[in-house]
């Protein structure tokens, strides 16, 4: 049986950083590159969008050139490139998973989160063992099949309890419901924590920097909390690397500082890891500050809706083959827009109070049980129906991760032919698993429609074992089907 108690573990004063770590950030060379890059050097910005477009990734000041743009046009050749970029770089597909928070206590006191020390509305609460397999059925009932697993940072939340938390929801089974990859967005670890958390079969270790300015992350995350040492967060995930995690995210808070500074830090921090590990990071996560319970937001750095689309176009050209998280913090209008821009996975039906998938109604929102407030909170069922009216393949595909295509496979990406060959194949069979088993009406007819207009596109050598793959999901019990 797995035994998933919280125990009281001492806190861990030891913080020790990786052999050649150093602070790879340094503010002030990337504020003078966004000072003194040139704006609107149209000539230079085409042959930087011209590098990208060949799938090659960009050095900082190449994505700097592209940060300075403010002619309309040109911002609009940015925005046409990146939806090429993408297009050709991941096909139509979008993959989708739920978040499921674990537990919301937390010693840190970050200035901008609902689940901070300091916030006394916040109702603090872990989910037990039978709590967490309650979430995991109800999210099962759903369709989905990916999660991403959120903790505070609290002593109670250990290796242990993090890896036994993966394990439970592994094993968590309802009728054809199955959670097939498990993410986890957690504080960083030491090294031999991460491996103790690796060995439970994760997927991707996200940890966000939040900001890389140092005066802003200074000011927003107290000195004394663990969480205010900058350098032992910024090198978690080279932490993570060296347990043998190749697969890790990164990703920026965008409203705490200028946005464009946080660009620069993520393509740096992309930069970093590919150099250090031969590996850059599997996804990038851009989220935008959202009003949370007993949080006072500075507005000076909230970035617009046409700067937010922006950010996302230069990042999918700075790093081509990263894939790019956009979460439901985003109203839906927005998430129709941008997604186009170089999104490649996500969330959908997502709450995100403790205990929300079965104790609160669809669209109530419990503001104390929350880190944030949610901007899109449609049914899994009816964002599927979007994408689908929009002609995109949402995808439940776990198969990478599980026959080892991680890490520096990658870069099969760039192999041409990869994603007619896997992707595709992997989006339209878990799509059409989603359909037999949860798809409403309305989903099956548009699913239909969808898949017939893309097996017209899949290679005639692999079209006979998919067709047999797809008339057995209609037909049997049998599930699972990847290339
Ligand atoms: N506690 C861990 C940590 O801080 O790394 C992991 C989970 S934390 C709950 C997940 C992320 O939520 C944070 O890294 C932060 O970027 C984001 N977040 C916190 N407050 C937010 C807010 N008010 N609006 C939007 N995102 C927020
Ligand atoms: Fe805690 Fe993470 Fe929220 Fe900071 S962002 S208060 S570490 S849960």
Same mark, same amino acid.
């Given at each position: 049986?797995?035994?998933?108690?919280?125990?009281?573990?001492?806190?861990?004063? $030891?913080?020790?950083?990786?052999?050649?770590?150093?602070?790879?950030?340094?503010?002030?060379?990337?504020?003078?590159?966004?000072?003194?890059?040139?704006?609107?050097?149209?000539?230079?910005?085409?042959?930087?969008?011209?590098?990208?477009?060949?799938? !090659?990734? #960009?050095?900082?000041?190449?994505?700097?050139?592209?940060?300075?743009?403010?002619?309309?046009?040109?911002?609009?050749?940015?925005?046409?490139?990146?939806?090429?970029?993408?297009?050709?770089?991941?096909?139509?597909?979008?993959?989708?998973?739920?978040?499921?928070?674990?537990?919301?206590?937390?010693?840190?006191?970050?200035?901008?989160?609902?689940?901070?020390?300091?916030?006394?509305?916040?109702?603090?609460?872990?989910?037990?063992?039978?709590?967490?397999?309650?979430?995991?059925?109800?999210?099962?009932?759903?369709?989905?099949?990916?999660?991403?697993?959120?903790?505070?940072?609290?002593?109670?939340?250990?290796?242990?309890?993090?890896?036994?938390?993966?394990?439970?929801?592994?094993?968590?089974?309802?009728?054809?419901?199955?959670?097939?990859?498990?993410?986890?967005?957690?504080?960083?670890?030491?090294?031999?924590?991460?491996?103790?958390?690796?060995?439970?079969?994760?997927?991707?270790?996200?940890?966000?920097?939040?900001?890389?300015?140092?005066?802003? /992350?200074?000011?927003?995350?107290?000195?004394?909390?663990?969480?205010?040492?900058?350098?032992?967060?910024?090198?978690?995930?080279?932490?993570?690397?060296?347990?043998?995690?190749?697969?890790?995210?990164?990703?920026?808070?965008?409203?705490?500082?200028?946005?464009?500074?946080?660009?620069?830090?993520?393509?740096?921090?992309?930069?970093?890891?590919?150099?250090?590990?031969?590996?850059?990071?599997?996804?990038?996560?851009?989220?935008?500050?959202?009003?949370?319970?007993?949080?006072?937001?500075? $507005?000076?750095?909230?970035?617009?809706?046409?700067?937010?689309?922006?950010?996302?176009?230069?990042?999918?050209?700075?790093?081509?083959?990263?894939?790019?998280?956009?979460?439901?913090?985003?109203? !839906?209008?927005?998430?129709?827009?941008?997604?186009?821009?170089?999104? $490649?996975?996500?969330?959908?039906?997502?709450?995100?109070?403790?205990?929300?998938?079965?104790?609160?109604?669809?669209?109530?929102?419990?503001?104390?049980?929350?880190?944030?407030?949610?901007?899109?909170?449609? $049914?899994?069922?009816?964002?599927?129906?979007?994408?689908?009216?929009?002609?995109?393949?949402?995808?439940?595909?776990?198969?990478?991760?599980?026959?080892?295509?991680?890490?520096?496979?990658?870069?099969?990406?760039?192999?041409?032919?990869?994603?007619?060959?896997?992707?595709?194949?992997?989006?339209?069979?878990?799509?059409?698993? /989603?359909?037999?088993?949860?798809?409403? !009406?309305?989903?099956?007819?548009?699913?239909?429609?969808?898949?017939?207009?893309?097996?017209?596109?899949?290679?005639?050598?692999?079209?006979?074992? #998919?067709?047999?793959?797809?008339?057995?999901?209609?037909?049997?019990?049998?599930?699972?089907?990847?290339?």
């Amino acid at each position: 049986m797995i035994i998933n108690t919280p125990a009281q573990h001492n806190i861990k004063l $030891s913080r020790r950083l990786t052999k050649g770590c150093y602070d790879f950030i340094d503010d002030d060379g990337l504020i003078s590159l966004l000072n003194e890059t040139k704006v609107d050097d149209a000539e230079k910005v085409r042959g930087i969008i011209a590098k990208s477009l060949a799938k !090659e990734a #960009l050095t900082v000041e190449e994505t700097a050139v592209l940060l300075r743009v403010e002619n309309t046009e040109l911002c609009e050749e940015i925005f046409d490139a990146a939806r090429k970029l993408k297009s050709d770089v991941y096909g139509n597909r979008i993959v989708i998973f739920a978040p499921l928070y674990i537990g919301n206590y937390c010693e840190n006191n970050c200035a901008y989160c609902g689940f901070r020390s300091g916030n006394p509305d916040a109702i603090r609460r872990t989910l037990s063992e039978s709590e967490i397999i309650n979430q995991v059925q109800a999210l099962e009932d759903e369709g989905h099949k990916r999660l991403i697993l959120v903790f505070g940072e609290h002593r109670t939340y250990s290796p242990e309890f993090i890896a036994n938390t993966v394990r439970t929801v592994y094993a968590t089974n309802k009728d054809h419901g199955e959670i097939r990859r498990v993410n986890i967005n957690a504080a960083p670890l030491e090294i031999e924590d991460f491996r103790e958390v690796h060995a439970s079969g994760i997927g991707t270790y996200q940890i966000f920097q939040e900001t890389y300015h140092h005066e802003t /992350y200074r000011r927003v995350h107290p000195a004394h909390t663990r969480k205010g040492d900058y350098l032992y967060r910024l090198d978690g995930l080279s932490r993570a690397f060296e347990a043998g995690c190749d697969d890790v995210g990164i990703g920026a808070l965008f409203g705490l500082y200028n946005w464009r500074f946080e660009v620069l830090g993520l393509v740096s921090h992309a930069l970093y890891l590919q150099e250090r590990y031969g590996v850059g990071p599997h996804t990038i996560s851009f989220p935008r500050l959202r009003p949370a319970s007993g949080i006072d937001i500075d $507005s000076k750095y909230i970035v617009s809706d046409y700067n937010f689309k922006r950010l996302i176009a230069i990042l999918r050209l700075s790093v081509p083959y990263t894939g790019m998280i956009l979460t439901a913090r985003e109203k !839906e209008s927005i998430r129709r827009e941008v997604m186009s821009f170089g999104v $490649s996975q996500i969330d959908a039906g997502s709450r995100i109070e403790i205990g929300g998938y079965t104790e609160i109604g669809d669209t109530q929102q419990v503001i104390q049980r929350e880190q944030f407030q949610l901007g899109d909170m449609r $049914s899994l069922d009816d964002v599927i129906c979007q994408l689908l009216e929009e002609n995109q393949i949402p995808s439940f595909c776990t198969a990478c991760y599980r026959v080892g295509r991680t890490g520096e496979h990658f870069m099969e990406y760039a192999i041409p032919g990869f994603i007619e060959r896997f992707c595709t194949p992997n989006a339209i069979l878990t799509l059409q698993e /989603y359909l037999v088993d949860y798809g409403s !009406e309305k989903a099956i007819e548009l699913g239909k429609k969808v898949i017939s207009a893309n097996l017209n596109k899949i290679n005639e050598k692999i079209k006979p074992q #998919l067709l047999e793959r797809l008339a057995k999901l209609d037909e049997t019990e049998d599930r699972d089907f990847y290339f």
